[in-house]
T-cell receptor
Framework: GENVEQHPSTLSVQEGDSAVIKCTYS??????FPWYKQELGKRPQLIID?????GEKKDQRIAVTLNKTAKHFSLHITETQPEDSAVYFC???????????FGKGTKLTVNP | GAVVSQHPSRVICKSGTSVKIECRSL??????MFWYRQFPKQSLMLMAT?????????EQGVEKDKFLINHASLTLSTLTVTSAHPEDSSFYIC?????????????FGPGTRLTVL
């Protein structure tokens, strides 16, 4: 089955800096890669996703890149703000109504 | 749109009792609902996949007789934790995918904090 590795487990940056979180996956059939942000005690919220027919996607300060050959994808947050502080999870799956496998999460702290 | 609710948000029960958690898609029909368990400072661990009108598919290591799942309609799935024990204390979250839309995006409920005394 699918296995998703996520690094780093914790990341601390200064406000205004960029943050990068990386994930690798094992199943070459996976074609849907979402990123979720979860604040303490809250539900995960989708912040961006990418499908295998696209190499990069951007939404304002957030971007995701995908390298299908290497089976890795990354989340990039630019101009970080304190409110970006949260736990971020990557996931991989087949899309549609298929299940997602989640990485272990990255706790991002943005220091003012 | 695509709002998922869960009830209750918080429950405390005695060891040996059963607890039912409801997951509802409020403004859409959900082909599939998923149940996750999340321990403190850990990731979401998928427990089972629930399809309307059919038996749930459980992940390896999850006891189907302990965690009963019923998906009676396209908007409601329930998880019953039977004979709960303190080690079952966790944050239980459901999610749903849109019917007939193959995006893969999962919409999460707000979670249920279960504490077993």
């Amino acid at each position: 089955g699918e296995n998703v590795e996520q690094h780093p487990s914790t990341l601390s940056v200064q406000e205004g800096d960029s943050a990068v979180i990386k994930c690798t996956y094992s199943d070459s059939a996976s074609n849907y890669f979402p990123w979720y942000k979860q604040e303490l005690g809250k539900r995960p919220q989708l912040i961006i996703d990418i499908r295998s027919n696209v190499g990069e996607k951007k939404d304002q300060r957030i971007a995701v890149t995908l390298n299908k050959t290497a089976k890795h994808f990354s989340l990039h947050i630019t101009e970080t703000q304190p409110e970006d502080s949260a736990v971020y999870f990557c996931a991989a799956g087949l899309g549609g109504s298929e299940k997602l496998v989640f990485g272990k999460g990255t706790k991002l702290t943005v220091n003012p | 749109g695509a709002v998922v609710s869960q009830h209750p948000s918080r429950v405390i029960c005695k060891s040996g009792t059963s607890v039912k958690i409801e997951c509802r898609s409020l403004d859409f029909q959900a082909t599939t609902m998923f149940w996750y368990r999340q321990f403190p400072k850990q990731s979401l661990m998928l427990m089972a996949t629930s399809n309307e009108g059919s038996k749930a598919t459980y992940e390896q290591g999850v006891e189907k007789d302990k965690f009963l799942i019923n998906h009676a309609s396209l908007t409601l799935s329930t998880l019953t934790v039977t004979s709960a024990h303190p080690e079952d204390s966790s944050f239980y979250i459901c999610s749903a995918t849109l019917h007939h839309v193959g995006s893969g995006e999962q919409f999460f409920g707000p979670g249920t904090r279960l504490t077993v005394l």
